[in-house]
């Protein structure tokens, strides 16, 4: 038998840099996702940084097995995190994606099937398992990175700007030694092309030229005006790419938490993106196309003048709490006059931003603790509703926010309760 095989540290350090690379890459595509343009792209990104926390948090289960409880070691940390830094500062989306999904993402691809052929398959299988699956789920994404940079990048320019980066990330990546941490000592990392810097974090959500773009949302129409109404209620699902975008604005911006709480705002993003597309979906089946109204981007750009502890306590403490009232109002409407599919459209909605608001009552304080910030949680939320009721493009979020000034909030049931 190889002497490789037995090398139970080797593995365990792969794991641990594995991990790292999945976590981070997740944190890049949520600060990357309000600079990306294409809408279905955007979605894309959405989904892919749910698959990639999914995959260091099985990574790092299976690392839990063989006792390691913390992987996150500075080690790790200071072989991964300068070339996030570095990775982030694409200066197009279109190359952001072709370095992340063809340098890196190729790169673990290739490190996840090299410990499948160097491991002990009955020892380690279940690490085998997950990385069979990790694998895979990597092929898909590259394959979707490849056709949509054919379709965006176009012009001999564009494609020039592509392959530059494409090769910037693949020298990078030699300089760390290899996403697995095989190498002791990484080189020196390669400067940046000249003039490039990071973009991070956007202060605007960026849209595609299908869209005519607006800073204010829409009025809400009477509830009794029902074909209006529902149509309005989904466009405004639509616009919930902008919750998406600021939580992945977070995901970038904080950079130091406990690990579970990227797994949590992961989940929270693409959920967001979820409620987008179910937005997108009915307004189709109702005989319109997404691209009829105009996207609304204010509230992101507003959002990201305070800082992400403040961002997600509007989220989830002001935003989605006040929202149930309205939700709870609209299902019971949708069930009254028979439309079961818009029913269960919200109601499936209303599950996940119960979650969400939990997930908020988890890690508010926990980032005031991080952020040493001085308010408490209650002096918080207060600053937090103000700041809405002053600066909100939304005419409904405004409302229920003066409602829910007025009032205790109604607590998040969902409609199976
Ligand atoms: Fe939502
Ligand atoms: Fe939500």
């Not at 941490?181 to 960026?206: R, S, V």
């Not at 709870?328 to 029913?343: C, I, P």
Request: hydrophobic share 35%; proline share 5%; glycine share 4%.
């Amino acid at each position: 038998m190889p002497d490789h095989i037995n090398d139970n540290k080797k593995r365990v350090a792969q794991l641990k840099h594995l991990q790292a690379w999945e976590t981070h890459s997740c944190r890049l595509l949520g600060g990357w996702q309000p600079g990306i343009r294409h809408w279905e792209a955007k979605h894309a990104v959405g989904f892919h940084l749910w698959q990639d926390i999914q995959t260091a948090q099985d990574i790092r289960t299976r690392l839990w097995e063989l006792r390691v409880s913390r992987p996150d070691s500075s080690a790790v940390k200071q072989a991964v995190l300068p070339a996030i830094d570095k990775l982030a500062s694409a200066q197009h989306d279109f190359e952001f994606i072709a370095g992340l999904y063809l340098g890196v993402k190729k790169a673990l691809a290739t490190a996840y099937r090299s410990y499948l052929a160097d491991t002990q398959s009955t020892w380690d299988a279940p690490s085998i398992d997950i990385l069979e699956r990790a694998a895979t789920i990597k092929d898909t994404q590259i394959a979707w990175a490849e056709t949509y940079i054919e379709q965006v990048a176009k012009t001999d320019q564009e494609k020039h700007l592509v392959s530059r980066w494409t090769n910037y990330i693949e020298e990078l990546i030699a300089a760390v030694g290899s996403v697995a941490g095989d190498q002791d000592t990484a080189e020196a990392l390669p400067d940046l092309p000249p003039g490039y810097d990071i973009l991070l974090p956007f202060g605007e959500a960026k849209r595609d030229d299908r869209f005519e773009v607006q800073l204010q949302g829409f009025d809400r129409p009477p509830l009794e005006d029902q074909e209006e109404h529902t149509l309005w209620q989904f466009v405004n699902y639509t616009m919930e790419m902008q919750a998406a975008e600021t939580l992945g604005s977070v995901l970038w911006e904080v950079t130091d938490m406990e690990w579970n709480f990227y797994y949590d705002i992961a989940r929270h993003c693409y959920d967001e993106c979820r409620h987008s597309q179910m937005g997108e979906e009915r307004i189709i089946e109702l005989g319109h196309k997404i691209f009829d109204f105009p996207q609304f981007t204010g509230n992101y750009a507003w959002r990201q003048l305070y800082d992400p502890l403040r961002r997600y306590g509007m989220l989830t403490y002001v935003i989605e709490q006040d929202s149930f009232a309205l939700k709870h109002e609209t299902y019971k409407n949708y069930v009254k006059t028979g439309d079961s599919t818009s029913a269960e459209a919200v109601m499936y909605d209303i599950i996940d931003e119960t979650m969400h608001i939990r997930w908020g009552q988890k890690w508010v304080p926990e980032l005031i603790k991080y952020q040493n910030e001085e308010l408490d949680v209650d002096a918080l939320v207060k600053e937090c509703r103000t700041a809405i009721m002053e600066n909100s493009l939304s005419p409904a979020q405004r409302s229920y926010g003066e409602k829910a000034k007025k009032s205790s909030p109604p607590q998040p049931e969902t409609p199976l309760s």
